[in-house]
């Protein structure tokens, strides 16, 4: 298995069909092709070596496409960068993995400086941005004029292919390391489960960056669909590509679907092309769901659970378990089952697998799971123990071998001795009219040790009151699960990846105390 394959074939069967749409910039597979190779032989030329690191910091671009797939084409592994990151983040990214280029466009070309001076194995600095290079930095283009193409180096199987660093956790980013087999496994699968539709034309706008985005263009490249792409997620900029390029597949997380579904212009535009919305990354409200479904009817929604370690997807809660069938169930709840070649079971805390329907951490077996965790071979090892991956998160399984997950074991809210799943909370609030979004995060309390507190984003031109807030959950569910205290705030803070950041949620409020999550 090696992650150039799928392109050798796209070249032999349909060189002539679109790979690439970038504002005006059209690219086909033939042309992406001699540019994959040229930009191997300009690597080559700079003295990369086979396992080499090549970072990229860089919004979304057709540049993106051809830096995973030429990177493969050139030997070297791949180290996309989040943007959101500190420039000392970053550095210790770059330092830890030991990377020696580092690719960047306009848009962090400052940045680029700051850490050409803290990182000192970075042996090149090159600009794939709009315009001439800056002084300081090797033009993208003129490297790939200059270079002569260079053969597919086929590195595959165990070959190291990427480099992803974690987040979400108050200590030290891991790099998560993932091999051709990986990846490669992990987008066939996706295939096979029939989440991408042959010739399709997808549309990324999450962040390139994301193996969640990767593993819709790794799947999209093995069925020849052609890559729109838009440099970042913009609510309007998005639903006018969805509607003037006429995008039949696209992957969102559950706050872009909000930010397009309750926009005020979204009935301005044309969305009915649009066939299959893959989403994750974060758990969807069922009401949120619900208006998503109605703003797109055309469409059919597809769940996807997983990590990075998991390169990515472990779970898919396919269409048909959206509609009738699966509501009558309750399934539309749920994860979705592992998907194919993966093996999921729910454990205790001696990793002994718990009865169908009993809470418990989940695991996951197969070969998308990561080679291990870059220079922390302990960490590695207490992830990976028994051959199976330790996800962190929480949730139980049905008789069908439905996943229905409760929360990240640590994130679980421990109130008066009663276990609170913040996900259960943030349902309910959902179904509340006022609601755009929530989030639940423990708070500290003298008398139950933990209290529930909500953050509420409210829909446009609408407004609500904690007590109805409180009240309103109280129809919903258990009162010692409602929240005792709530925030209104104006936006949630997102990752780059679009996860509700709920440690900067909860830092006023747990400084200097002992309690600390991710």
Same mark, same amino acid.
């Given at each position: 298995?090696?992650?150039?394959? /799928?392109?050798h074939?796209a070249?032999?069967?349909q060189?002539d069909?679109?790979? *690439?749409?970038?504002g005006a910039?059209?690219?086909?597979f033939?042309?992406?092709?001699a540019?994959?190779a040229?930009y191997?032989?300009?690597l080559?030329?700079l003295?990369?070596?086979?396992?080499d690191?090549i970072?990229m910091l860089?919004?979304?671009?057709?540049?993106?496409l051809?830096y995973?797939l030429?990177t493969?084409?050139? !030997?070297?592994?791949?180290?996309p960068? /989040?943007?959101r990151?500190?420039v000392a983040?970053?550095?210790?990214?770059?330092d830890?993995?030991?990377s020696?280029f580092?690719?960047?466009?306009? @848009?962090?070309?400052d940045?680029a400086?700051k850490?050409?001076a803290?990182?000192?194995?970075l042996q090149?600095l090159i600009?794939?941005?709009?315009?001439p290079?800056?002084?300081?930095l090797?033009?993208?283009?003129?490297?790939?004029?200059?270079?002569?193409p260079?053969?597919?180096?086929l590195?595959?199987g165990?070959?190291l292919?990427?480099?992803?660093?974690?987040s979400g956790?108050?200590?030290r980013?891991? %790099?998560?390391m993932?091999t051709?087999?990986n990846?490669f496994?992990?987008?066939?699968?996706m295939?096979a489960?029939g989440?991408v *539709?042959?010739?399709?034309v997808?549309? @990324?706008?999450?962040?390139m960056?994301?193996l969640?985005?990767?593993?819709f263009?790794n799947?999209?490249?093995a069925v !020849?669909g052609?890559?729109v792409?838009v440099?970042?997620f913009?609510?309007?900029a998005?639903?006018?590509?969805?509607?003037?390029e006429?995008?039949?597949?696209?992957?969102?997380?559950?706050? =872009?679907?909000q930010m397009?579904?309750? @926009?005020?212009?979204?009935?301005?535009y $044309?969305?009915?092309?649009?066939?299959?919305?893959?989403?994750?990354a974060?758990?969807?409200?069922?009401?949120?769901?619900?208006?998503a479904m109605?703003?797109?009817?055309?469409a059919?929604f597809v769940?996807a659970?997983?990590?990075?370690?998991?390169s990515?997807?472990?779970?898919?809660l396919?269409?048909?378990m @959206?509609?009738?069938?699966g509501r009558?169930q !309750?399934l539309?709840?749920s /994860?979705?089952?592992?998907?194919?070649?993966?093996?999921?079971?729910?454990v205790?805390?001696?990793?002994?697998?718990?009865?169908?329907?009993?809470?418990?951490?989940?695991?996951?077996?197969?070969?998308?799971?990561?080679?291990?965790?870059?220079k922390?071979?302990e960490?590695?090892?207490?992830?990976?123990?028994?051959?199976?991956?330790?996800t962190?998160?929480a949730g139980?399984?049905?008789?069908?071998?439905?996943?229905?997950?409760?929360?990240?074991v640590?994130? =679980?809210?421990i109130?008066?001795?009663e276990?609170?799943?913040t996900?259960e909370?943030?349902?309910?609030i959902?179904?509340h009219?006022a609601?755009?979004q929530?989030?639940?995060v423990?708070?500290?309390?003298?008398r139950? %040790?933990?209290a529930?507190?909500?953050?509420?984003?409210?829909?446009p031109?609408q407004s609500?009151?904690?007590?109805?807030?409180i009240a309103?959950?109280?129809?919903?569910i258990? !009162?010692y699960k409602c929240?005792?205290s709530?925030?209104?705030?104006?936006?949630m803070?997102?990752?780059?990846? %679009?996860?509700?950041?709920?440690?900067?949620?909860?830092k006023?409020?747990?400084?200097?105390? $002992?309690?600390?999550?991710?």
């Amino acid at each position: 298995m090696y992650l150039t394959q /799928n392109l050798h074939r796209a070249l032999q069967q349909q060189p002539d069909a679109p790979i *690439s749409r970038f504002g005006a910039r059209q690219r086909s597979f033939a042309e992406f092709g001699a540019r994959v190779a040229r930009y191997a032989g300009a690597l080559h030329k700079l003295g990369l070596r086979p396992g080499d690191r090549i970072s990229m910091l860089a919004l979304n671009s057709d540049t993106y496409l051809e830096y995973y797939l030429g990177t493969y084409w050139a !030997g070297g592994v791949v180290n996309p960068l /989040n943007t959101r990151l500190a420039v000392a983040e970053l550095a210790f990214m770059l330092d830890d993995c030991d990377s020696k280029f580092l690719i960047v466009d306009q @848009h962090f070309v400052d940045t680029a400086a700051k850490l050409r001076a803290q990182c000192p194995k970075l042996q090149a600095l090159i600009y794939a941005g709009e315009g001439p290079a800056p002084d300081g930095l090797l033009s993208y283009e003129a490297l790939l004029e200059g270079a002569e193409p260079a053969e597919d180096a086929l590195r595959s199987g165990d070959d190291l292919a990427g480099i992803y660093y974690t987040s979400g956790t108050t200590g030290r980013a891991k %790099g998560v390391m993932l091999t051709h087999a990986n990846i490669f496994s992990n987008a066939v699968a996706m295939v096979a489960e029939g989440v991408v *539709s042959h010739g399709c034309v997808g549309l @990324h706008s999450a962040p390139m960056f994301h193996l969640a985005d990767g593993a819709f263009m790794n799947a999209m490249l093995a069925v !020849g669909g052609c890559h729109v792409i838009v440099p970042q997620f913009e609510p309007v900029a998005v639903l006018e590509t969805l509607q003037l390029e006429r995008i039949s597949d696209v992957l969102l997380v559950p706050t =872009m679907i909000q930010m397009l579904v309750d @926009h005020p212009k979204r009935g301005d535009y $044309d969305l009915s092309s649009v066939r299959n919305i893959l989403y994750g990354a974060s758990p969807i409200a069922e009401a949120l769901l619900d208006r998503a479904m109605a703003a797109f009817p055309q469409a059919g929604f597809v769940q996807a659970y997983g990590q990075t370690e998991l390169s990515p997807v472990a779970t898919l809660l396919l269409q048909a378990m @959206h509609g009738e069938a699966g509501r009558k169930q !309750g399934l539309h709840k749920s /994860n979705g089952r592992a998907m194919i070649g993966c093996e999921v079971r729910i454990v205790d805390a001696t990793d002994q697998e718990l009865p169908r329907g009993q809470t418990g951490q989940v695991l996951v077996r197969g070969p998308g799971v990561m080679q291990g965790y870059w220079k922390l071979p302990e960490d590695t090892a207490e992830a990976k123990r028994g051959g199976w991956m330790h996800t962190g998160d929480a949730g139980y399984m049905d008789a069908q071998g439905y996943v229905f997950l409760q929360d990240r074991v640590k994130d =679980m809210i421990i109130t008066g001795g009663e276990n609170v799943y913040t996900i259960e909370v943030e349902n309910a609030i959902a179904l509340h009219p006022a609601v755009a979004q929530s989030a639940v995060v423990a708070i500290p309390d003298e008398r139950w %040790g933990e209290a529930v507190h909500a953050f509420v984003v409210c829909k446009p031109g609408q407004s609500a009151t904690a007590e109805e807030i409180i009240a309103h959950c109280k129809q919903h569910i258990a !009162g010692y699960k409602c929240p005792r205290s709530v925030d209104f705030i104006e936006a949630m803070p997102l990752s780059g990846a %679009g996860k509700v950041l709920k440690r900067e949620l909860r830092k006023p409020y747990w400084e200097g105390r $002992d309690r600390q999550v991710a």
